[in-house]
């Protein structure tokens, strides 16, 4: 099977729209469907914030171990929100656990690391985003203008760019970044991975999910433990496999659900045999 037979089986998905590439360390490998078109990226946008708050980090803006909100969760810092691993509650800015000892998947989270980022600037986080990531790597359909955890927007043209400084980093993080947001922080932390229950582990890095040995998942079977992406709740998702070299994105308009449960594995199985 090619990469254009395993890409054409987004033709028989049950969405109204959908587009992908497939992306290797040198660049996009194929594609299919409408790449330029801009889907709402629900929280895929959660990469795209992490990215830019690690700019940040290495701007000495921000330090990954600055406090993520003293009062609220003491002892918590941002490398803890950005790893879902602060304590914060899902939806509410209040304390769920004590950091460093439950994964809890948590928007405000990421909204809090955002106003760090704010802090630290002196920049709305929309507009830095837009200088740190989306200027460098060339995105000109990629805009947050409200929640830096779910209100992306952004075309498969762009994300595959993004995929692909992921995979062969060279025009905006130094690699030691992110290799370093690519491992498991705060190892062995149990929680839910939204739409696929209760993981034990359920490993993150900083504003991305890591396989490891979860099962099941949103990747393909055969995808190696140290892939990471992450999926958004409205129908799109971006992998990398850094061990198989390869990148693929995915976006739709049509909320996730079971269809996205048994299809995306499937389209990774066959874009992995491909290749």
Do not use: C
């Amino acid at each position: 099977m090619s990469l254009a037979t395993a890409l054409a089986a987004l033709d028989s998905w049950p969405v109204p729209t959908a587009a992908a590439a497939v992306i290797g360390p040198g660049g996009v490998l194929a594609t299919h469907g409408p790449t330029e078109h801009v889907f709402g990226l629900a929280s895929v946008t959660k990469p795209l914030a992490a990215l830019a708050i690690l700019v940040a980090v290495e701007e000495e803006a921000v330090s990954l171990d600055d406090p993520a909100d003293e009062e609220l969760v003491p002892g918590a810092t941002l490398r803890h929100l950005l790893a879902h691993a602060s304590g914060l509650a899902p939806e509410r800015l209040m304390r769920a656990a004590e950091p460093g000892t439950r994964r809890i998947y948590s928007n405000v989270g990421i909204e809090q690391a955002a106003r760090l980022v704010e802090v630290g600037t002196d920049m709305a986080f929309s507009d830095y985003l837009r200088e740190a990531l989306a200027v460098p790597l060339g995105l000109t359909r990629t805009t947050v203008a409200g929640s830096p955890a779910r209100d992306g927007r952004s075309s498969v043209g762009d994300l595959a760019r993004v995929a692909q400084e992921l995979l062969a980093p060279a025009a905006l993080l130094d690699p030691s970044t992110v290799a370093g947001a690519t491992s498991v922080q705060f190892p062995g932390l149990r929680g839910v991975l939204p739409g696929f229950g209760p993981k034990d582990p359920n490993d993150w890095g900083l504003g991305l999910e890591i396989r490891g040995g979860k099962a099941p998942h949103w990747t393909g079977t055969t995808n190696s433990p140290r892939t990471f992406g992450h999926f958004g709740q409205s129908g799109t998702m971006l992998w990398v496999d850094p061990v198989a070299e390869l990148a693929l994105v995915a976006l739709t308009d049509r909320d996730f659900g079971p269809w996205a449960a048994e299809l995306w594995p499937a389209l990774a199985d066959a874009v992995l045999a491909a290749v």
